[in-house]
């Protein structure tokens, strides 16, 4: 879908529920962020992009967070994606439901990864001692292949994941050294809420928390899950993603449960 027509369809259902000053005490707070400003900015000359500048420039109007607006990963265009950071921004700038894409450790905890087997792209593990757990050891590219890793929140413990920080998704495949292929971050987005002690990592259960004490609705994805030796049957995995919600008394109501794989919606 093209950006400006999600744009256009966040803005308008924001505007939607904008309320006065004076009536938004009820209500959930939000604010739209310097990103709504600069893609209204980039459009083409149009009555919607006068219609949401109107909108947005309204200064007697209250932004609320909005059901329609989900955090996928949280804000990852700006913040590394699937941490406490990024889950903060996006409900700050109205996400009314947020994604915690679940993936499972060594030990058989539920943590927070768009997929089992991404450390090597969205964390910083390669330039930490951990890089030497990873299912497949860092490669260097050469002038006719490309870097060769793979690492993975099953090849980890949970103590030992929590050690680790996120960053923004991206790689240099051709890249000769560890710190150099962990340096491939897209133009669209930036490295600068990423640095120093950012990143902060989440298990799926932070994750609820975290989404309960802002007000907001869960929508967790199990992710294509593939059993190691030692580690939680399919069923067990399905059902634990289900009891953490249950243990935090979550409202079964505000909770949308998803998977790609046919068996996990079946179950």
Sequence with gaps: MHRHTVLAALIGAACSVAVSASSHRSML???????????????????????????????TMMYVAHDFSIGHRGAAMMFPEHTEESYIAAME???????????????????????????????NILVTDLKSKCS???????????????????DL????????????????????????????????????????SHGKLLTHKESIAL????GRKATPELKTYTKETGMLEYDAVRAKVVKEYKDANFPAEN?????????????
């Design 29 to 59: 707070r939000a604010k739209l962020g310097p990103r709504t400003r600069y893609l209204i900015d980039d459009m083409e000359a149009s009555d919607l992009k006068t219609s949401l500048r109107t909108c947005l420039d309204d200064k």
């Design 93 to 123: 700038m109205g996400a009314g439901i947020v994604e915690c894409d679940v993936a499972v450790t060594k030990d058989g905890e539920l943590v927070c990864r768009h997929d089992q087997c991404d450390l090597h792209t969205s964390t």
């Design 136 to 154: 497949t050891p860092f490669t260097a590219a050469t002038s006719n292949t490309s870097v060769l890793v793979k690492c993975c929140t099953s």
């Design 157 to 196: 413990t949970l103590a030992e994941f929590k050690t680790l920080k996120g960053k923004m998704d991206g790689a240099n495949s051709k890249a000769t050294t560890a710190a150099a292929y962990q340096d491939g971050t897209s133009k669209t987005r930036t490295d600068m809420y990423a640095a120093g």
């Design 211 to 214: 989404i309960q004490k802002w």
């Design 255 to 267: 909770v949308w449960l998803q998977s790609f794989n046919v068996a996990d919606i079946k179950w």
